[in-house]
């Protein structure tokens, strides 16, 4: 029987998006996701899960079911409707309310300053592929730091390869540009910068607390021994993992990694230059980020693919009905001895231990983990307010194994923030694609407990995993 440290920090994660519903009320500004959900008719984020109303009941649920930290962004759009300039106190009372709320509970605000979220304004002037944006960016971190003094624990950005790649890769974020790989190594830079120079504003100010970047990391295998195979899988891992944590870390980039992503560069007719003194700020931050968040849920096997960049998105649960694969990088592929769920991640907790060992061994200076986000996407049966989501809790079973073996390897790991408190909106699958301890019947709010939210409360009051 394997157990969890006594202090482990057991969350649920959340996103203003994703969660609050209200994306016009009270002076909140329009972000590109408004516009672009209704034109594509599919589904809104209206109200989604009403945290914006609700947040009183689900921080009760987190009391209740011994949910130590709630995992959650502050909306840009709600403080600054432009992205800058006039301030918006309605939305920055909103958030003193939720923190309020919060230790009235008795629960551990963990704040994410950007989940995806980019005001319009600067979404449609360039997102972070524009530096005047990075500048807008650390001011709107600055106010949250010198604002939210109930706050003492701050990631600067969620998921910074995700961002790149949905909106420049493979087009199913809002602007839906495709293969673009020069845009997407662009916003990967920017937005390392952007986070180095929040980090380095929060230390310089000594605000109290913790700060952190949250990163999506998902392992790339090589799918056979094949040399080619292998190659193709160190260029994914160099572009979406490596790169990352290289800045983070070590604030510029290894040669090593520059190589690889310098040969993907050029297989898409590219290259990159960076300002060299952008690494500045970037080698201030690496050696005074408090910790890094870390996104899992799956992992890759890659293999050698030598044709041109082609995507298959499932969006809607269909299972079987997604490729990848991209010029000068590779082909992603299933492995058939490995389970996945309806929309076709691998379930592969040994991952998340390779994973956690590989970042102690390469990035000995990383602090601290705290597991951000990890869950099953899962079409939950409802029968009169009863869930049974063994899926779930087979998978969160798996991935704890994982962590407990990854702390008795040594790894720093805090904390586990579930992938999601309550089901929440989807941004590019919808309602159908449910992850939460909480079932929402999203017609009426009303949240009810799935039988994975005892078996978290166990683990979480007992710290032992069963
Ligand atoms: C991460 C995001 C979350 C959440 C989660 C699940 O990438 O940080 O916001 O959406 O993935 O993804 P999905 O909803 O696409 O299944």
Redesign the pocket.
Known sequence: MRTLPKDFIMGGAT?AY?AEGATKLDGKGLVAWDTWLEEKGRYTAEPASDFYHQYPVDLKLCRDFKIDSLRMSIAWSRIFPNGFGEINQAGVDYYHRVFSECKKQGVIPFVTIH??DTPKTLFDNGDFLNRENVEHFVNYAKFCFEEFKEVHYWSTF??IY?VATNQYLTGIFPPEIKFDLKKVVTCLHNMMWAHARAVNIFKDGNYKGEIGVVH?LEPKYPYSEDEKDVHAAAKDDALSIAFLLDATYKGRYSEKTMTLVNEILAANNTSIEFEESDFVAMEKAATQTDFLGI?N?QSHWVQNYDGESEIGFNGTGEKGTSYYRIKGIGERVQREDIPKND?DWAIYPEGLFDLLVRIKEDYPNYGKIYIT?NGL?FKDDFNDGVIIDDARIEYLRGNFNSISKAVDAGVMVKGYFI?SLMDVF????GYN?R?GLFYVDFKTQKRYPKESAYWYKFVSETKVII
């Open positions: 996103a994703q989940h995806f969620n998921e995700p999506s996104n849920y929309w986000e996407g992938w989807s941004w590019a699958n694609k992850y």
